[in-house]
């Protein structure tokens, strides 16, 4: 099965329009993989959905029938939510995954985005058929991919997703708001970077936080985020072929993330041969 990977949005904690940030995009996050016409999953719901909804709007000749991935429920990953557009048509069918957080349920929390107090229109009175259903580490299957979830290392119930293809093809991962360095404490098992090492495993592409420089993340550790150099020591412990670093920093402009992609592919050239390293940009497509 070949199926593409389209970035949508980029950007980390809060979007950041402007010429400054125009290459690599100032939408939170937002990845949309698409097989068959009718197959589509959404991962994350961040202010770059908006665009997409628009786009889907603008082609669909019918009723859709969407999947929504949800890491977490930090605002940056479903602040858009309420302005795609494709939940305000009658028919469409769209369907939400996610993790509850510290015992509140998925549903609630949504709802909450919505409450009249914060936002005119209230979840339910959105148009489109709306199914949300929490789900946690484990396996499920949606739009032709079998899809794993693995808890990161991240404030709140964080996951992160592996995608493969249920008639064969090449794997995609889906690790946003990751920390891989020492700091801070989730909850996680203490064999918790072998586990996701053999999670990862040949998996072709991973998309996975870079956030902060490694002058900047001594000072962040406990955040719950990552640095390119450590992403691609993942990359290459998990023998991946492809690394695209996303949820750029919100004070970075593009030069300074082109100075990060640079870092990341020299340390890649040093010890992992073979690694492409790429930065999500928004527009951004990878064909799988």
Not at 32 to 39: K, R, T, Y
Not at 96 to 106: C, D, H, K, R, S
Not at 179 to 197: N, Q
């Amino acid at each position: 099965m070949t199926y593409t990977v389209r970035f949508w949005g980029t950007r980390g904690s809060i979007p950041t329009p402007g010429a400054h940030t125009a290459r690599y995009g100032g939408n939170t996050s937002c990845v949309a993989v698409s097989g068959l016409p009718e197959q589509l999953v959404i991962l994350d719901a961040g202010s770059g959905i908006r665009l997409l909804g628009r786009e889907l709007s603008r082609v669909a000749t019918g009723a859709m029938n969407l999947d929504i991935l949800l890491s977490h429920t930090h605002w940056d990953h479903i602040q858009g939510l309420p302005f795609f557009q494709p939940l305000n048509t009658k028919g469409n069918a769209v369907r939400i995954y996610g993790a509850a957080q510290a015992g509140v349920p998925l549903e609630e929390i949504l709802d909450r985005q919505m409450d009249p107090v914060v936002f005119p229109v209230p979840l339910k009175a959105l148009a489109a058929d709306l199914r949300i259903t929490e789900v946690s580490h484990g396996s499920f299957e949606i739009d032709g991919f079998l899809v794993e979830a693995f808890r990161l290392r991240h404030p709140g119930t964080t996951l992160g997703y592996k995608l493969v293809p249920a008639k064969g093809g090449q794997t995609i991962a889906y690790l946003t708001d990751n920390e891989l360095g020492p700091g801070g404490s989730y909850g996680v098992s203490p064999d918790w970077r072998a586990e996701l090492v053999r999670f990862l495993g040949g998996v072709d592409t991973l998309i996975h936080d870079g956030m902060y420089s490694e002058a900047m993340i001594e000072s962040r550790a406990g955040w719950g985020h990552s640095t390119p150099e450590q992403a691609v020591g993942l990359a290459c412990e998990a023998r991946c072929r492809r690394l695209v670093l996303f949820h750029h920093e919100p004070e970075n402009d593009d030069a300074a993330i082109d100075a990060l992609l640079a870092g990341a592919r020299s340390h890649a050239a040093a010890y992992a041969p073979g690694l492409i390293v790429d930065a999500a940009m928004e527009g951004m497509t990878l064909t799988l």
